[in-house]
Structure formats: structure tokens, C-alpha cells
């Protein structure tokens, strides 16, 4: 169970990460909308993944990979912005969230779609 430190610590983070990458990271090989969707910060807040989705024309993997590029550039900027003894080291993951529901979703209208063809018979 993570602690009411780390989840502030987190929520934190996904705003001031969502601001830098929206306002202040210039790539213009990114040709998408990204939004921050999750960050998980270790216990020691030595590290911190932050989940990213996008939409737009460039693909997620490669916005990942941008994104991956600047670390560097957003971390310095969350320091800045947010006050810690130490600043996570930000790993940057493509959120499957979505394509997870998805998935689950379809499985879901099999089942009921078998089920309903059964009771006829």
C-alpha cells in the first residue's frame, strides 16, 4: 500500500510533467496530443515512471522515444518546479491501459454473444 506522501508526491508530478511536455518542450517531430496519464514513484523517490498515451498523427513509440530524449530537459524543469531532497529519475513507459480495456471489452461481448447464442438451444 503506497503511502498518502507518495500518491500527493505522484499526482504532483503527473501535473508538472504534463505542463512541461505541453508547454514547454519544443519537438516538432511530435505531431500528436500528449497527456501524462499515471506516474509511479518508488518508495525512495529514486525513480518514477511516467505513463504517456497520445493522439495524433505520430505514432505513441516514437513520441515515447522523443520523450525519452528530453528526459533530461524534464527533469531539471521538475526540480525547479517541485521541491525535493531528491528528484526521481523519470522512465518514460507507453500506457497500454487502454488497448488492455479494449481488449478486455471484446472478450466480454464473446462470451455474451456465445452465452445468448446457447440459451436458444
Same mark, same amino acid.
Given at each position: 500500500?503506497?503511502?498518502?506522501?507518495?500518491?500527493?508526491?505522484?499526482?504532483?508530478?503527473?501535473?508538472?510533467?504534463?505542463?512541461?511536455?505541453?508547454?514547454?518542450?519544443?519537438?516538432?517531430?511530435?505531431?500528436?496530443?500528449?497527456?501524462?496519464?499515471?506516474?509511479?514513484?518508488?518508495?525512495?523517490?529514486?525513480?518514477?515512471?511516467?505513463?504517456?498515451?497520445?493522439?495524433?498523427?505520430?505514432?505513441?513509440?516514437?513520441?515515447?522515444?522523443?520523450?525519452?530524449?528530453?528526459?533530461?530537459?524534464?527533469?531539471?524543469?521538475?526540480?525547479?518546479?517541485?521541491?525535493?531532497?531528491?528528484?526521481?529519475? *523519470?522512465?518514460? %513507459? $507507453?500506457? #497500454?491501459? +487502454? &488497448?488492455?480495456?479494449?481488449?478486455?471489452?471484446?472478450? *466480454?461481448?464473446? %462470451? $455474451?454473444? #456465445?452465452? +445468448? &447464442?446457447?440459451?436458444?438451444?
Amino acid at each position: 500500500m503506497k503511502s498518502v506522501r507518495i500518491e500527493r508526491i505522484n499526482s504532483e508530478l503527473q501535473k508538472v510533467i504534463n505542463y512541461i511536455i505541453d508547454n514547454e518542450l519544443r519537438d516538432p517531430q511530435i505531431d500528436a496530443m500528449i497527456s501524462v496519464t499515471n506516474v509511479d514513484t518508488t518508495p525512495d523517490l529514486a525513480y518514477a515512471r511516467v505513463y504517456l498515451t497520445s493522439i495524433g498523427k505520430t505514432p505513441i513509440d516514437e513520441v515515447v522515444n522523443r520523450i525519452k530524449g528530453a528526459g533530461g530537459f524534464i527533469r531539471k524543469e521538475v526540480s525547479k518546479r517541485i521541491k525535493l531532497r531528491l528528484t526521481p529519475r *523519470l522512465e518514460f %513507459i $507507453k500506457d #497500454t491501459s +487502454e &488497448e488492455y480495456g479494449n481488449k478486455i471489452d471484446n472478450i *466480454l461481448k464473446t %462470451i $455474451k454473444y #456465445t452465452t +445468448e &447464442e446457447g440459451d436458444d438451444e
